[in-house]
């Protein structure tokens, strides 16, 4: 038997309480971060906080239907939805692991669970590392700037804004990176340890997701200089201030000490 796994990144976030509440189907699994429902015999949808989805046994009329039904319940719906597909094929005597392919003896619920779970991981780290290089190319922009012209080529208020909507995404993307953890049926079950480690190095998940750390431990640094540096400014501007003021004082006291002769 083959079964077509297809993972979407359709948000940034999924109310899974709403959507569990409103989805015509009992949940096979649930807790804060993953729904897990079984529709019918070989037909499953997982919906995830951060913002997958992943199903199996779904028609394409069936799938754009879903996609719809769930737009209500997302934060940030995203209008280009990164997505990849993995086949299963079952009735293999060991597990195979192959170009978006893996082969099993059989498929039962936690099986395809934890397959599914590590599809999505994949395309959610295909996203987030999407996001990290918009930030890395903009960090990048203002360094180069800084060495060029010695500033950064923005106002203060400008560069505030930036700095907010920097560490906004940055702050998105750090929140979600926990998922990546091995899930709490992998602890007690070898069969599964076995499987989540295969499907992990198969998709290069710790690489991948060290890279999106490095990069954004790399704009933190970027950041943290460029509050540095607005500081800075307004301490110049501060310091530039109290001497005009200064100075003001000086001619008034100059101006009135002249006057008395």
């Avoid at 996001?131 to 922009?141: G, P």
């Avoid at 307004?234 to 002769?261: G, P, Q, Y």
Wanted: a negative charge; proline letters at 2%.
């Amino acid at each position: 038997m083959n079964l077509k796994v297809l993972s979407v990144q359709v948000a940034d976030n999924i109310d899974l309480k709403q959507f569990k509440n409103s989805f015509p189907v009992a949940s096979y699994f649930t807790d804060s971060d993953e729904l897990v429902f079984e529709i019918a015999a070989n037909k499953y949808l997982c919906v995830y906080k951060y913002g997958n989805i992943c199903l199996t046994g779904y028609s394409d009329t069936e799938t754009a239907a879903l996609l719809q039904a769930i737009k209500p319940f997302c934060k940030n719906f995203l209008e280009q939805q990164p997505g990849d597909e993995f086949e299963i094929e079952t009735g293999s005597n060991t597990i195979n692991y192959g170009f978006n392919k893996i082969e099993i003896p059989k498929a039962d619920i936690e099986v395809l669970r934890l397959i599914m779970l590590n599809v999505s991981h994949s395309v959610a780290l295909d996203y987030y590392s999407e996001q990290t290089n918009v930030l890395l190319e903009e960090t990048n922009y203002h360094t180069q700037l800084l060495e060029k012209k010695g500033r950064i080529g923005m106002s203060g208020i400008k560069l505030k804004r930036y700095i907010g909507r920097t560490l906004n995404l940055k702050n998105k993307i750090s929140a979600n990176l926990y998922i990546f953890d091995s899930p709490e049926q992998t602890w007690e079950n070898e069969t599964l340890n076995k499987l989540d480690i295969g499907l992990k190095n198969t998709f290069d998940l710790q690489s991948r997701f060290r890279t999106i750390q490095d990069g954004l431990q790399i704009v933190k640094e970027n950041l943290d200089l460029f509050k540095d540096l607005l500081q800075y400014r307004n301490s110049s501007v501060l310091e530039w201030i109290v001497i005009v003021l200064i100075l003001v004082e000086v001619i008034n006291l100059l101006i009135d000490k002249f006057n008395l002769f």
